[in-house]
């Protein structure tokens, strides 16, 4: 057992199983980050330049990819670099900055698609107010929130996590989490993880329910309404819908696999599982939207289509004059 004053790194176990492939892993790690830098990188591109999408919906949805962006980075160079590595140690400094960072991006995710169910109330069961409600001031205050809300949420949380001392340094997983910190601890931690369990729920009750409240608003107003204003409001909310699913089902999976034992599970199913919540909603979220919503679809064809990049470039010229 090792004092927490000398655990100055941490072995990262979960690599050993995937020596033998970790060429493939490396290569398959490179091209999920890839896909998912230019995607992400592309719908902020298309909503900056593309007048016609500076709304509302549209700022939250460019918060939530740079979110996306934020989380990968946090996790794609050092998964990769340990991959490679000899040695799958990191140090306590890196391991601590990667627990802050993850966190805060799955906290931020959260909050950015409560905001977003909100803004899609409002458009729906509110329109001759949505310019009032969702003014560019205020559009401006609630981003600032989606992001400072996240960081001083889990900060309290985790000055918690840097007073414990710590007794070992082998973390089973691929990569630091707030939770593998805590089963390190020399300490009974059991105070400890019913107060996480309460501050969670605190943190986290009211975005969910202003998703409920916002759904449930806008279901109340589509039964009252004509066949085609049911169409209309289930194609402005499926985007949405599907982010919010996709986050919620990566969400359940890393709380299981936190919670509970995996040894059972095959270990390629076990790699898949601890980085769905980080790798397949950043990597889905430009596409749901990309493929929902034709006004970006339509700027994303001209902009990769290499006979019409030309034309678009005279396009915005011409806009501009």
């Given at each position: 057992?090792?004092?927490?004053?000398?655990?100055?790194?941490?072995?990262?176990?979960?690599?050993?199983?995937?020596?033998?492939?970790?060429?493939?892993?490396?290569?398959?790690?490179?091209?999920?980050?890839?896909?998912?830098?230019?995607?992400?990188?592309?719908?902020?591109?298309?909503?900056?330049?593309?007048?016609?999408?500076?709304?509302?919906?549209?700022?939250?949805?460019?918060?939530?990819?740079?979110?996306?962006?934020?989380?990968?980075?946090?996790?794609?160079?050092?998964?990769?670099?340990?991959?490679?590595?000899?040695?799958?140690?990191?140090?306590?400094?890196?391991?601590?900055?990667?627990?802050?960072?993850?966190?805060?991006?799955?906290?931020?995710?959260?909050?950015?698609?409560?905001?977003?169910?909100?803004?899609?109330?409002?458009?729906?069961?509110?329109?001759?107010?949505?310019?009032?409600?969702?003014?560019?001031?205020?559009?401006?205050?609630?981003?600032?929130?989606?992001?400072?809300?996240?960081?001083?949420?889990?900060?309290?949380?985790?000055?918690?996590?840097?007073?414990?001392?710590?007794?070992?340094?082998?973390?089973?997983?691929?990569?630091?989490?707030?939770?593998?910190?805590?089963?390190?601890?020399?300490?009974?931690?059991?105070?400890?993880?019913?107060?996480?369990?309460?501050?969670?729920?605190?943190?986290?009750?009211?975005?969910?329910?202003?998703?409920?409240?916002?759904?449930?608003?806008?279901?109340?107003?589509?039964?009252?309404?004509?066949?085609?204003?049911?169409?209309?409001?289930?194609?402005?909310?499926?985007?949405?819908?599907?982010?919010?699913?996709?986050?919620?089902?990566?969400?359940?999976?890393?709380?299981?696999?936190?919670?509970?034992?995996?040894?059972?599970?095959p270990h390629g199913v076990r790699i898949l599982l601890s980085l769905y919540f980080l790798i397949i909603p950043p990597m889905?979220?430009?596409?749901?939207?990309?493929?929902?919503?034709?006004?970006?679809?339509?700027?994303?064809?001209?902009?990769?289509?290499?006979?019409?990049?030309?034309?678009?470039?005279?396009?915005?010229?011409?806009e501009k004059r």
């Open positions: 057992m090792e004092n927490s004053s000398q655990v100055t790194s941490f072995i990262l176990a979960a690599y050993t199983e995937m020596e033998d492939l970790k060429y493939f892993y490396v290569a398959v790690f490179l091209l999920s980050y890839v896909i998912i830098v230019f995607g992400n990188l592309v719908l902020i591109a298309v909503i900056f330049v593309e007048r016609s999408l500076h709304e509302p919906m549209f700022f939250f949805l460019c918060t939530l990819v740079l979110n996306g962006l934020y989380g990968s980075t946090a996790l794609f160079p050092s998964l990769m670099g340990n991959m490679l590595s000899q040695v799958r140690e990191v140090s306590r400094a890196c391991c601590l900055a990667q627990v802050f960072c993850l966190h805060t991006y799955g906290n931020a995710e959260f909050t950015i698609l409560a905001l977003m169910a909100y803004d899609r109330y409002v458009a729906i069961c509110r329109p001759l107010h949505y310019k009032n409600i969702m003014s560019p001031s205020k559009v401006y205050k609630l981003i600032i929130f989606s992001c400072v809300y996240p960081i001083l949420s889990f900060s309290i949380f985790f000055i918690g996590t840097l007073q414990l001392p710590l007794c070992g340094r082998v973390i089973e997983r691929l990569y630091c989490l707030n939770y593998s910190l805590v089963k390190l601890s020399c300490v009974d931690t059991t105070l400890y993880n019913i107060a996480g369990q309460i501050s969670i729920i605190i943190f986290t009750l009211p975005q969910l329910l202003m998703i409920l409240y916002s759904y449930t608003q806008i279901l109340r107003i589509c039964l009252h309404s004509s066949r085609e204003s049911k169409i209309k409001a289930l194609k402005t909310c499926s985007p949405h819908l599907l982010a919010l699913l996709n986050y919620s089902v990566g969400a359940l999976f890393e709380l299981y696999q936190t919670r509970f034992s995996m040894s059972h599970v889905l979220n430009p596409v749901i939207y990309g493929i929902s919503i034709q006004a970006i679809r339509v700027k994303v064809r001209k902009i990769l289509h290499p006979n019409k990049i030309t034309i678009f470039l005279l396009e915005k010229k011409m």
